[in-house]
């Protein structure tokens, strides 16, 4: 997973402050999540399990813990799963590319729109100056043969970033597929 090429489009928000509880479990959560990335890097499924296993009942989950269980799953077979790992995973921290390229990776292959354009739609509406939400709407869309809506919310985002990197390539594409 994770092919989906792209340049960290939101900034990190900061942890919040006086959220001890996050805090106290930090560094519990990012040694355990190192352990289960290098047993997934290594290719070693089986033994990246049990680590997942344990951190969920520890109560040690996150974002990089559900993107890699979702990457486990996806690997494993489970792609259903895999897909509500990471949608999950990108619900619980919107700017993590890992978690998002994934979503939408996963969503493009199953070929299961509805999750991933409800989510884009939210997080669009949510936060009207991150483009990149209405970009991948479009593009989903486009993969939905809605070409008629993909190009209203591609002229959307147009009208506010006439720039927008692939945009004009994304425009060409939804044009093309337009019945004439």
Same mark, same amino acid.
């Given at each position: 997973? @994770?092919?989906?090429?792209?340049?960290?489009?939101?900034?990190?928000?900061?942890?919040?402050?006086?959220? #001890?509880?996050?805090?106290?479990?930090?560094?519990?959560?990012?040694?355990? @999540?190192? *352990?289960?990335?290098?047993?997934?890097?290594?290719?070693?499924?089986?033994? +990246?399990?049990?680590?997942?296993?344990?951190?969920?009942?520890?109560?040690?989950?996150?974002?990089?813990?559900?993107?890699?269980?979702?990457? +486990?799953?996806?690997?494993?077979?489970?792609? *259903?799963?895999?897909? *509500?790992?990471?949608? @999950?995973? =990108?619900?619980?921290?919107?700017?993590?590319?890992?978690?998002?390229? @994934?979503?939408?990776?996963?969503?493009?292959?199953?070929? #299961?729109?509805?999750?991933?354009?409800?989510?884009?739609?939210?997080?669009?509406?949510?936060?009207? !100056?991150?483009?990149?939400?209405?970009?991948?709407? !479009?593009?989903?869309?486009?993969?939905?043969?809605?070409?008629?809506?993909?190009?209203?919310?591609?002229?959307?985002?147009?009208?506010?970033?006439?720039?927008?990197?692939? =945009?004009?390539?994304?425009?060409?594409?939804? *044009?093309?597929?337009?019945?004439?």
């Amino acid at each position: 997973m @994770n092919s989906f090429n792209a340049t960290p489009f939101l900034e990190k928000k900061e942890e919040p402050r006086g959220s #001890q509880l996050l805090a106290d479990h930090r560094p519990a959560m990012d040694t355990a @999540n190192e *352990e289960i990335q290098a047993c997934l890097e290594r290719g070693d499924i089986v033994a +990246a399990m049990p680590l997942i296993q344990k951190a969920v009942h520890e109560g040690k989950t996150n974002e990089v813990l559900l993107n890699n269980l979702g990457y +486990a799953c996806w690997e494993s077979g489970h792609r *259903e799963k895999a897909l *509500e790992c990471f949608y @999950n995973a =990108a619900i619980l921290n919107p700017v993590d590319m890992d978690s998002l390229a @994934n979503f939408v990776d996963a969503s493009y292959e199953l070929r #299961q729109y509805s999750l991933l354009e409800e989510y884009l739609r939210t997080m669009a509406d949510a936060t009207p !100056a991150a483009h990149e939400y209405r970009y991948l709407l !479009a593009d989903c869309l486009l993969r939905q043969g809605r070409s008629t809506e993909a190009k209203d919310t591609l002229e959307r985002l147009l009208s506010k970033e006439p720039d927008y990197p692939g =945009a004009g390539e994304l425009m060409v594409e939804i *044009e093309e597929s337009r019945p004439r």
